[in-house]
Each structure stands twice: as C-alpha cells, then as structure tokens.
C-alpha cells in the first residue's frame, strides 16, 4: 500500500470513530451522519480521481454553498491532492493571477466563472476547471496552501503541512476540552485557517457536531441559531460578540446551553468581558492569539485571566513556544517591546514559490509574525500591534491598534480605525474612524478625554469622525488600509 502519510481525510475518520451514527453536519434542515457523510466523501473521491485529481495535484475550490465545501475539502484530500480555499467572492482577474503564479492545477466551483480562461467540465451541480497537469513533488507534506489577506493581486501562498496542522489541532483541543455531544456553530468563511483548522477540523476530529446556515450572520440570526440547534461551542470575532450584547440589553436573549466561546481577531475590553460574564455566567470565554502561518493558533487565555489581565493575549498553548525579540534577534525582559516570534510544529513549511521571503520570515525554526508585543512578569503576552502599520510621528513609535483599544473602552463604541494622514501643509497627522453602538451616542470631546487619560498626547488622533460602518476582509478583519473603506 501506498504510503500517503497523514491526510485531512483522516481527521474524518477519528471523528467517526465516536460514534458513526452521530450528526456530523447540519446545514440549514438537512442533518448527515458521519456514516454517511463518509460514503458521500468515498463516491465524490472517486468522480474527482476519474477527473485525474491525484497525489499532490493542487485543487482550489472557489464554493460558496458551506456543505459542498466540507464536502469538496475532505474529498480532495482523499485524493491525496492538496487543498487550496479560495474566496468565493474573489474577482476573476485575481483567481486567474493565483492560478498562474502558483501553477494551479484544477479548480472546483458551484457555479461557471465568467470567461475563465481555463478548460471546464460539467461535475454533479460543480464545475471542474482544467489549468495545469504538472505535479509539484516538493510539496509532499504539504496538505493545505492558504492565501493571505491583503490588497495585492497576487496574495502569499502559506503552505502547511500535515504535522502543522495536526500539532494544531490536538493544542487546540487540549485547551478547548470539547468532546462528542457538543454542538459547534460555524458562522465564519471557510477560506481561512481559523475557520478550517481552529474550528471544522478540531471539532470533527472530536466527533462533534457542526451546525452550518446560509442565513446571514446577523446578530439576531446568530443567538436564534444558537437557541435553535442547542450550539454549546461558539467561535466569534469581538464584533459578533458586541453585537450579542447589545442585543441583549433590548432583548430577552436563551444562550443558556452555551458552555464555550472562542473569540479571536482582537481582544475585548475589560467591561464588554464583564457584561459577557454577567450575560453567559457558566460560559468559559477563551480569547486566542495566532496567525495563519502559525497554523493558527499561538497563544490562548481563559475567562479567569481575561478580568485580571485586560488586553493580554495569554500564555502559550500547548507543544508551542514565543518569545519577544529586539532588531537583533535577542530575547528581552519583561516589559519590553519587540517583534514577537513563534517555534512549534505549528510553524509553516514556508510560502510557495518565495523562497526569499521564507528565509526572512522564518529564522533559525522561529517564525517572525511581524507583530510587536510584550511579556509581563508573568509570562503573559500584550500584543500591541503589526509592526507594519506602525507609525513613526515625531521619532516615536505609535501602533494603532494601541489608540483603538482605549478608544474601544468607552461602551458606546462599536468599532474604531486609527491611521495617519496627510493633511494641507504636507504634515502627517492621526485620525480616527469610528463606529457607535446602535441606539447609543458620545461626543468628541469625550472620547478626547478617554484618551488623555491613557495615552501620551502625541498618540491621542488629532482628527475624530463618526462613520456608520468599516470595510471588513473576508475573514472579518477591518480593512487597514485607508484607501479600502468606500
């Protein structure tokens, strides 16, 4: 037999391992077992390999509809192939840059992309693209290639391979502790390594249950979700969760099978933790740190610690290390600031097909996340912002994400994006987006105040505007960038 290593198939078969009868997906009304959802992975494995998908061919699929994706993902990997997520809503200029620069070799959709150059068949309700036969022997291990976020035609193909993500999986469900009867409720795009591996793969290789809906992830539509399917394990960025509990201040609210959330994304303030505490009392919230070429996850920190270290990001979870370090690569002490890294099995093969940025990313087994943060005396981490979008006014160093989290404590804010402008005299000056909770209001002056009290006055934005909304990125994120909000 053919030594094919560990596949992301497997993860299917530990889960059923817990139970074959038991539900593994529901999507919308229609509930499948982990018997049959197997058979279905088994015949659709075979219609891909008819199609000449094989070992280490790198298949993107570009699937809206949440089911035929899970579908397609553990059916490709039973091929032996390679997974490659692409955003559904990605243009067709942008899939086609992807597909040339990475040498992609089929493509599966729910639906015919408008002129796409590449040769297309007809395949159960899918449509198969043709774009490339050659086979890449170098990527062997490699079992997922995610893309990152980002402005540029042509994105960063993370490659992560079977022992990053397994390693992942099992830190990741050490620390969550979930087992078989719990429910899991996936509202996220599945194009992204917090939604793939921290979410679908962790809760099926515990033969949990995951409970899929094509309604829009509208807050409303979340907590009747959660009341209807009994869900007791909820992944959500702090936004969802702000929106839970202004819903909550107007209406009755039953979350009362909830027994974990799992945030990420950004942490939450000290007061929005408190009302969630007071909201969800037997609830554990969990908040993690991580990045995708971390496989995500990185650090993690519990409900215990969330009260008395507001802001931190944690300790280090399981079979993974950090450590913060200054331009030179050395260690510093607590307190102090520099660029935080990461050692684990976690950490990526490297990036497809740029060979120079992995050496510049990945040092000596260290990966370097381009974050900036530091440990306290004990041991926690504060992550304090990319050190990309750091802004240097004056000779000193300001990380927005600083100014937005002191700007986040007032409760009337929803959201907030600090960045740097020209302003008429050619002088850069920082300015302030910001999103107020429905129903509520604050005045400039006093977020002016706020921010006097915890920043430096060369950190509090000279320029304030209120704005219904912010440009998100498919994972959730706020759009960085200035020129990306509409």
């Known amino acids: 037999m053919e030594n094919r290593g560990v596949l992301l198939y497997d993860v299917l078969m530990r889960g059923s391992q817990y139970g074959a009868d038991n539900i593994v997906l529901v999507y919308n009304n229609f509930k499948v077992s982990y018997t049959e959802f197997c058979d279905m992975v088994q015949k ?14 790198k298949v993107a699929i570009i699937i809206e509809n949440q089911f035929q994706f899970i579908l397609n993902f553990f059916s490709i990997s039973k091929c032996g192939a390679i997974v490659v997520p692409i955003y559904n809503k990605t243009g067709k200029n942008k899939i086609e840059n992807i597909i040339d620069e990475y040498d992609i070799n089929y493509i599966i959709c729910d639906e015919k992309i408008e002129k796409l150059k590449y040769n297309s068949k007809e395949m159960e309700c899918m449509t198969l693209y043709i774009c490339e036969e050659n086979i890449d022997e170098s990527l062997d291990d490699v079992r997922l290639i995610l893309f990152t976020s980002g402005t540029t035609s042509t994105p960063k193909a993370i490659m992560l391979t079977e022992k990053n993500i397994f390693s992942n999986i099992e830190s990741i469900s050490s620390y969550l502790n979930i087992n078989s009867n719990d429910k899991i409720l996936l509202i996220k795009n599945l194009c992204h390594s917090s939604s793939i591996i921290g979410e679908l793969l962790v809760g099926i290789i515990n033969g949990c249950t995951i409970v899929l809906s094509s309604k829009v992830p509208m807050t409303r539509n979340i907590l009747w979700l959660i009341e209807e399917n009994n869900i007791s394990v909820f992944f959500a960025v702090p936004t969802i969760l702000k929106g839970i509990l202004d819903y909550s201040r107007k209406n009755k609210v039953n979350l009362e099978k909830l027994r974990i959330i799992n945030f990420y994304g950004a942490p939450m303030n000290k007061e929005d933790i408190s009302s969630l505490i ?15 070429e971390a496989s995500p996850r990185v650090t993690y920190i519990e409900k215990k610690d969330l009260i008395n270290k507001p802001g931190s990001s944690g300790k280090a979870i399981k079979n993974v290390e950090f450590k913060i370090v200054d331009e030179s690569g050395r260690s510093v002490l607590p307190f102090i600031k520099g660029e935080i890294t990461v050692s684990g099995f976690n950490v990526m093969k490297g990036y497809y097909k740029n060979i120079e940025k992995t050496k510049k990313t990945i040092k000596s087994g260290w990966l370097y996340t381009g974050d900036i943060g530091y440990v306290d005396d004990e041991g926690f981490l504060f992550v304090c912002g990319r050190k990309d979008n750091m802004i240097i006014s004056a000779g000193k160093n300001i990380y927005p994400e600083e100014i937005e989290n002191v700007l986040m404590l007032h409760e009337s804010v929803k959201e907030v994006l600090v960045f740097s402008e020209h302003v008429e005299n050619e002088s850069f000056v920082l300015s302030a987006l910001i999103v107020v909770n429905e129903g509520m209001s604050v005045s400039i002056s006093e977020l002016f105040k706020l921010c006097s009290l915890f920043l430096e006055n060369y950190k509090i934005p000279q320029n304030m505007k209120f704005v219904n909304q912010l440009d998100k990125t498919p994972s959730g994120k706020i759009k960085r960038c200035l020129h990306e909000q509409n």
């Open 44 to 57: 659709k494995s075979c219609i891909l390999k008819q199609h000449g998908i094989c070992k280490n061919s």
């Open 278 to 292: 007071k909201l969800l009392p037997s609830c554990n919230l969990i908040y993690s740190y991580g990045q995708t």
